[in-house]
């Protein structure tokens, strides 16, 4: 609707068509956070983890009661970011028996840990026992130090 056809031509109303148009554009404004951004946030928060470097590799710790090995995912992005996720379930209710407190988180979570230059992207491994996650990451060999290069002085 534009204002100025129903003789308001102040710049006040100018301003206030542009918010109003803007407000109807199908992209979303960039400081309005999206759904998925704020679902993968509230994921990331709920998920508490320990991170520990040893000599030779790095290890992600994450707890994970009750939670399938099969609904479990650890992947590389970016060459350098490990994200581990899945989905805890809810279990099905029998016929006669219903919930007093229900305490126990359920549903979808998600971490995500940037490694560091050292990190072996090609060496990850990924073991869930007794309800701990455990992802390891081996670390590269420390580069070689250069030796100095030593020239032949001739003797013209």
């Known amino acids: 609707m534009d204002l100025r056809m129903m003789a308001f031509d102040s710049p006040l109303f100018s301003v206030l068509q542009h918010l109003h148009d803007a407000g109807d554009d199908s992209d979303k404004s960039v400081s309005c956070p999206s759904r998925t951004y704020a679902r993968d946030a509230k994921a990331m928060a709920a998920t508490a983890a320990d991170v520990k470097e040893s000599p030779n590799s790095y290890a992600f710790i994450v707890d994970m009661p009750g939670v399938k090995s ?48 050292n990190a072996n992207t090609d060496k990850i491994s990924a073991v869930c026992q007794d309800g701990v996650l455990t992802v390891t990451v081996e670390k590269l060999p420390p580069p070689e130090p250069k030796k100095p290069k030593t020239i032949e002085v001739k003797i013209a």
Not at 83 to 107: C, Q
Request: charged residues 50%; positive net charge; hydrophobic residues 35%.
């Open 70 to 117: 099969g609904d479990i995912k650890v992947q590389v992005e970016d060459d350098n970011v490990v994200v581990i996720s899945g989905e805890r379930k809810r279990e099905e209710e029998k016929e006669g028996a219903k919930y007093l407190r229900m305490e126990r988180r359920v549903g979808k979570f998600m971490r995500k840990f940037a490694l560091p230059e």
